[in-house]
């Protein structure tokens, strides 16, 4: 059989002012093994500053493209996932500017599809350590899918009991047919890039096949500094609350997609998925696992014991679930006009 004839693979790539980290992402597909493919980058920047890229690597299947109104890193992101093809191409995959890939990712991905008759796949990522802000890394530091899932075809509910203790999957992870019944784009419901990946796995609804060998190179987000200086001013303590409000609408937009998790998995599915201990190096993060999975019961309002925390402490996690449940405006978690819910769908 010829790979190159099974299809058409549609690449899409958001970016954002990452000139060198662009550059790397799109070099790292123009040398993919599989030749049949076709780009689109989608450059959020009104100035256009990803077009010179473009021009400069001179390959004719990638395609620039200018939102005519900036999205934003997550609205641009969650273009990219459109479920409806760009170039009736039977494969896709999000490329986001920051990742790479390695030179068998496309041709293994709809290898393992075909051969295994799925239409969506999880590929494991390197990933990356990040030397400079903006900067390609150095290195490679652990995986990002080994730790959480077992290799193989996995009902979505399979998936789901990671959302207790992860984000679930990144989204340079999921490679899909264009003809699979999931639809990832989750529309405007949230702002932050980790709830956005963890909503795209309850918008699963195939059997997916987990590859546990690496093809592809995830570069983490640098971490932001403190907005706290030693010296405490009336600015910085603004600062202060209103990062602290954020952090609490997204513990509340956390609990509302593991609530989501947890009612499709019912307190056996997660009880089961404890006990069978068949993911790889369970063991080794099984005291970790359970405390987290202990804690996001406790705040969704499920009172479980799972480990050997105290009681106070159990009663302090389930009385914060309350109340950020209970008093957190919802406004972030509305659906624009037309969207789709990604937690009733799925």
């Known amino acids: 059989m010829n790979l190159e004839l099974s299809g058409l693979c549609e690449v899409r790539v958001p970016t954002f002012r990452r000139p060198k980290l662009l550059r790397r992402a799109l070099m790292s597909l123009a040398n993919q093994t599989y030749a049949n493919w076709r780009c689109i980058v989608f450059d959020d920047c009104p100035n256009g500053t990803a077009r010179s890229i473009v021009d400069n690597i001179r390959d004719p299947r990638i395609l620039y493209s200018r939102n005519p109104t900036q999205l ?3 609205g641009n992101i969650d273009k990219s996932f459109a479920k409806q093809p760009f170039f009736d191409g039977r494969y896709a995959f999000v490329l986001e500017d920051d990742n790479y890939l390695l030179p068998t990712h496309i041709e293994r991905a ?3 599809l075909e051969d ?3 239409k969506v796949i999880f590929c494991n990522q390197f990933c990356e350590a990040i030397n400079a802000p903006d900067e390609p890394g150095l290195s490679w530091n652990g995986q990002t899918l080994d730790w959480m899932y077992d290799s193989g075809v996995n ?6 009991p990671a959302l207790l203790f992860s984000h679930g999957f990144s989204n340079g992870a999921v490679f899909w047919r264009t003809d699979c019944l999931s639809n990832f784009q ?10 956005q990946e963890s909503l795209r796995l309850l918008r699963l609804k195939d059997a997916a096949y987990v590859s546990l060998g690496s093809t592809s190179v995830w570069h983490p987000t640098e971490p932001k500094s403190s907005l706290l ?4 001013t009336l600015p910085t303590l603004w600062r202060a609350i209103v990062n602290r409000i954020q952090k609490l609408r997204a513990e509340r937009e956390r609990i509302t997609y593991q609530s989501t998790a947890l009612k499709r998995l019912g307190m056996d599915g997660v009880l089961a998925f404890i006990s069978n201990n068949q993911i790889p190096d369970f063991d080794r993060f099984r005291s970790a696992r359970l405390l987290a999975v202990e804690r996001s019961m406790l705040l969704c309002g499920y009172n479980v014991k799972l480990t050997h925390r105290g009681s106070y402490r159990r009663t302090g996690f389930w009385l914060a679930g309350f109340a950020v449940r209970h008093t957190m405006t919802r406004t972030y978690l509305k659906i624009a006009a037309g969207g789709a819910s990604p937690i009733n769908e799925g």
């Open 186 to 195: 989750i529309g405007n419901v949230t702002t932050r890039p980790e709830i």
């Open 229 to 232: 200086t030693h010296k405490i």
């Open 72 to 74: 934003g890193a997550i």
């Open 155 to 160: 009902d979505p509910n399979d998936l789901l």
């Open 110 to 112: 709809i290898t393992t």
């Open 116 to 118: 295994n008759g799925t």
